[in-house]
């Protein structure tokens, strides 16, 4: 195990940590919004296949790439959020529904809001070490 780590830089830890806040985010949107008309799955699916291929690519010799490869996993899975959930911002928004965002739809967009920040950080980041 030693020597897998022996060459990564900080963005590999920060890869890691994106892979798993991307699977935790997978797990809590389909928890909240399974069976509901405002669910995408594409987004989960989005979200895991990235989350795998990325965690295969860090401990290979194209570490470099997986922080690109979860950041565009995200991105896709954010815009498939996006498109599941407009029509319910547009009711709140235009006041059919009085009551105002509940808690289902800030617990999502704050947790793909934070893996979008979190991968754009990432992406400037180094994976491995450059060798002296």
């Known amino acids: 195990m030693k020597k897998l780590l022996e060459n990564k ?4 830890y920060v890869t890691f940590v994106s892979v798993v806040a991307s699977i ?7 928890s909240m919004y ?20 990325s965690l295969v690519l860090m401990f290979t010799k194209k570490a470099g790439w997986a922080n690109a490869v ?14 599941g959930i407009y029509f319910y911002v547009s009711v709140v928004m235009v006041g059919i529904q009085a009551t105002g965002f509940n808690s289902q739809f800030r617990v999502c967009t704050a947790m793909f809001a934070v ?3 979190l991968n754009l950080v990432n992406v400037f980041l180094k994976q491995v070490k450059e060798e002296a």
């Open 24 to 30: 935790v985010c997978a797990a809590v949107y389909a």
């Open 9 to 12: 830089s900080h963005g590999f």
């Open 34 to 53: 399974s069976g509901s008309r405002y669910m995408e799955w594409p987004a989960v699916v989005a979200m895991l296949v990235g989350a795998a291929v």
């Open 70 to 83: 979860i950041a565009v996993a995200d991105f896709v899975a954010f815009l498939y959020y996006v498109y």
């Open 115 to 117: 893996l979008q920040v």
